[in-house]
C-alpha cells in the first residue's frame, strides 16, 4: 500500500515503516469525520498496547463536528494558538492518565510511558488508514476537568485531533510555512549511547 500525504516523507539513514516515514503532525484539515468503524479500529489500536501491570491507564474523551457543543466545549480547552487551526479539525480528543495502580491504588510512574505507548499506536492505526493526528500540549487541564468531569486520581495529558490533511492555503502564512517545512529530527549521534553519556552507539554517517 502507498500511503498517500503531501509533505516529504522523513530522510531516513535506513528504511523503516513507510507509515512512520510518512506520518507527521498537520494542522490543515478537511472537514471530512472518520466513521464510527474506523475510530473504533483506532481505539483498538491503542487498547492493545503494552503497559505496567496491564493497568491500562488510558482514557479518552472524544468530541466531533457533529455534536457541536461538546466539540466547542473541547475546543475552549485549547490555547488561543492551537484553537485557530484545531477548529477547523473534525473531531478533537483528550488523553486522560490514570495516576495509580489500579492493584494496589499506589503512584504509578510509568502511567505516562503507557500512554503514550497507546497514542503512538492509535496515530499509526490512523495513518494506516488515510487518517493524520495531531497532538497537543497547549490546553488548559483545569478546563478539561471542569468542562467534562474528570475524577480525582486522572490527569488530562494530551489534546488531538483527527482528520485528513487539508489544504495548507486555509491556514494563516505563519502556519503554512510550517506545514511545507523539511521534517527535521536529531541525529541518532545525539541520542543513542554506548559506554558513557554522549558517546555514539553507531558510527558517523560515511557521506
Ligand atoms: C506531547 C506533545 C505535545 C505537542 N503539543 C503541540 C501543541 O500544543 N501544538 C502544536 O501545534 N503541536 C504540538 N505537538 C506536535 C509537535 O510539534 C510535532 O509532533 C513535532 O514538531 C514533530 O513534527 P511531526 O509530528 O510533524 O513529525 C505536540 C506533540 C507532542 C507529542
Redesign the pocket.
Known sequence: MTLKTR?EP?RTRQPVMELIAK?????AFRPEIPKEAELISMFEAARWAPSCFNNQPWRYLVTTREDPEAFSGALAC??E??AS??QNAPLLAFQVMGETFEYNGKPNPWSGFDC?LA?SQLILQAESMGWSV??????SRDKVRETFGVPEGFKP???FVIGKEGDPDTLPPHFRE?ETAP?E?KELGETVFSREWDRAFFQERPD
Open positions: 509533505r522523513a506520518r507527521w503532525s498537520p494542522k485549547l490555547t494558538k492551537n487551526w484545531a503514550g497514542m495531531h497532538v497537543m500540549a497547549g490546553f495529558l494530551v489534546a510550517e521534517r529530527r
